[in-house]
């Protein structure tokens, strides 16, 4: 079970990282009316009473309604947040928490809200810029260098390389970055 702090506030970031059959469970027996139903590796939100909010240095950047919550499909353990904007706009963003874009991760029981504060402590080893939370992230297998990963993966189509330890890389049926030496 998650720690609660002075504020009310939980500390959810293990359970995050953990993946999302423990968050659920600890959401569901922290707030009241959260209901979600199993479907394969991921929790459908039957209500939409579970908020979720990112913000960086005190300001928000995005907020809207958790639409589903599942395991990361990239073959690192942690959690995906689907979430929608509002329902007249539409917008829905998948939240991929990790610890290099994510500082906290706390759940407001009373305002039946998960809040992100996020933070962009990695560079894209192809392009340079931050990775952010909304970012998926792929890594090179040999070391470990990561990268957006439409970017990565038009690298090792161009050049079947990593851009870091440049040796070589192809990719199995499934885009990951598999080793060729």
């Given amino acids: ?14 359970l995050v990282f953990k993946g999302s059959k423990d968050l659920i469970q600890a959401i569901s027996s922290t707030i009241e009316g959260i209901q979600a139903t199993k479907v394969i590796q991921t929790y459908v939100m039957e209500n939409n009473n579970l908020k ?4 960086k240095d005190g ?4 907020a809207g309604t958790v639409k589903w919550i599942g395991n990361r499909t990239d073959g690192m353990r942690g959690t995906v947040f689907c979430v929608q904007k509002s329902a ?20 407001d029981a009373g305002k039946s809200t998960i809040k992100i504060n996020s933070k962009e402590s990695l560079k894209c080893s192809v392009c340079g810029k931050g990775i952010k939370i909304f970012d998926e992230v792929l890594a090179c297998p040999l070391c470990n260098s990561k990268a957006h990963s439409d970017h990565l993966l038009e690298w090792i189509n161009m050049r079947h390389s990593c ?19």
Avoid at 88 to 107: C, Y
């Fill in 1 to 14: 079970m998650a720690k609660k702090s002075k504020q009310g506030m939980m500390n959810i970031k293990p």
């Fill in 52 to 55: 979720l909010a990112v913000g």
């Fill in 59 to 62: 300001k928000g950047i995005f």
């Fill in 88 to 107: 007249k706009d539409g917008e829905i963003r998948l939240i991929i928490p990790t610890e290099d874009t994510a500082q906290d991760i706390g759940l």
């Fill in 163 to 181: 851009p870091i330890c440049k040796k070589g890389l192809g990719l199995d049926n499934n885009n990951a970055p598999i080793p060729t030496d």
